[in-house]
């Protein structure tokens, strides 16, 4: 079945680069996804990626994706103290309708 | 600035009690979906419609939940009768076409004493 693995906290300095790991097993998934959680709120979508492509960028934001090795990451540069969040990553089934979410990964940025 | 709505917000009630959760998905979406997340489980999909029609609810436990959309613009989850284990924060989001790129809703967090 497919399963979606994240470590579950990251800390960083501000301005230090962020890197948050996912690892996903349905190799048919079209797109996969990276959601953001603040305190208190629902799931925001940030970004995501094609399966057909390797890396996305989107201002501070690169998404890269290593299809044969099924694993997904986002990488925030200049992490602020406003990016202090639980990150989500989710692959869509074959069919597009459905996602499968990690267990996120809590970012702690120290100021 | 569209966005998903649901009420309440918060909830408080007594075992055996009936709940009932209401979303408002962004106008022109067609496909809504209802997930529940606890710290223990993380984030579940419960069900989810497509054009107002149920086209997943596998994940919802049968005997005491039930959803449906009445109309376009409003999805409702029951909960008859609740249990202390059915606290969560549950939320609501919308989409168009495939599911991929949802909006969620700021979520119902429900508390069974």
């Known amino acids: 079945g497919e399963d979606v693995e994240q470590s579950l906290f990251l800390s960083v300095r501000e301005g230090d680069s962020s890197v948050i790991n996912c690892t996903y097993t349905d190799s048919s998934s079209t797109y996969l996804y990276w959601y953001k959680q603040e305190p208190g709120a629902g799931l925001q979508l940030l970004t995501y990626i094609f399966s057909n492509m390797d890396m996305k960028q989107d201002q501070r934001l690169t998404v890269l994706l290593n299809k044969k090795d099924k694993h997904l990451s986002l990488r925030i540069a200049d992490t602020q103290t406003g990016d202090s969040a639980i990150y989500f990553c989710?692959?869509?089934?074959?069919?597009?309708?459905?996602?499968?979410f990690g267990g996120g990964t809590r970012l702690m940025v120290k100021p | 600035d569209a966005r998903v709505t649901q009420t309440p917000r918060h909830k408080v009630t007594e075992m055996g009690q009936e709940v009932t959760m209401r979303c408002q998905p962004i106008l022109g979406h067609n496909t809504v979906f209802w997930y529940r997340q606890t710290m223990m489980q993380g984030l579940e999909l419960l069900a989810y419609f497509r054009n107002r029609a149920p086209l997943d609810d596998s994940g919802m436990p049968k005997d005491r939940f039930s959803a449906e959309m009445p109309d376009a613009t409003l999805a409702t989850l029951k909960i008859q009768p609740s249990e202390p284990r059915d606290s969560a924060v549950y939320f609501c989001?919308?989409?168009f076409g495939t599911g991929g790129e949802q909006y969620f809703g700021p979520g119902t967090r429900l508390t069974v004493t």
């Open positions: 989710a692959e869509s089934d074959n069919a597009g309708n459905m996602l499968t």
């Open positions: 989001a919308s989409g």
